[in-house]
């Protein structure tokens, strides 16, 4: 890696490359390095963590833009549930859709809960051991 902690150019535009092709083959190619090249630089831990970090913050991107949407999803089910002109599958997809985010997030709730009440305890029984 470089002093300023970022690859080359060359290997910047292949990550690039990598994050919106289909294949190997094709970043190479849109990235104008054999892919033989591309191979081997995927085995570098240098390129591997750039390109990882990469892959993360363009998730973490798509995840934020779900959030900001969220309140205009509940809204649509919503409404589509609620709205007698609309047909009656559409309504009756649009409320179990709904109720199926809601179990799933109660269930991670409670999940959540009981995960940190098993940790809590674990971390007293340490304690406990310790002493």
Not at 41 to 65: C, H, I, M, S
Not at 91 to 101: H, N, V, Y
């Given at each position: 890696m470089t002093q300023q902690g970022k690859l080359p150019r060359k290997r910047a535009q292949a990550i690039a490359a990598l994050l919106c092709?289909?294949?190997?083959?094709a970043a190479a190619d849109k990235s104008g390095v054999s892919e033989r090249t591309l191979l081997r630089w995927l085995a570098d831990p240098d390129f591997t963590a750039e390109y990882t970090a990469a892959k993360q913050a363009l998730l973490e991107g798509a995840v934020n833009r779900l959030r900001a949407s969220a309140m205009e999803f509940v809204t649509t089910l919503h409404a589509v549930a609620v709205d007698l002109t609309a047909p009656p599958a559409s309504r009756a997809t649009a409320a179990r859709s709904g109720l199926e985010i809601l179990v799933k997030f109660v269930t991670l709730e409670e999940l959540e809960r009981r995960l940190t009440e098993l940790e809590r305890n674990a971390a007293?029984?340490?304690?406990?051991?310790?002493?």
């Amino acid at each position: 890696m470089t002093q300023q902690g970022k690859l080359p150019r060359k290997r910047a535009q292949a990550i690039a490359a990598l994050l919106c092709s289909p294949t190997i083959a094709a970043a190479a190619d849109k990235s104008g390095v054999s892919e033989r090249t591309l191979l081997r630089w995927l085995a570098d831990p240098d390129f591997t963590a750039e390109y990882t970090a990469a892959k993360q913050a363009l998730l973490e991107g798509a995840v934020n833009r779900l959030r900001a949407s969220a309140m205009e999803f509940v809204t649509t089910l919503h409404a589509v549930a609620v709205d007698l002109t609309a047909p009656p599958a559409s309504r009756a997809t649009a409320a179990r859709s709904g109720l199926e985010i809601l179990v799933k997030f109660v269930t991670l709730e409670e999940l959540e809960r009981r995960l940190t009440e098993l940790e809590r305890n674990a971390a007293l029984l340490s304690e406990r051991r310790n002493r």
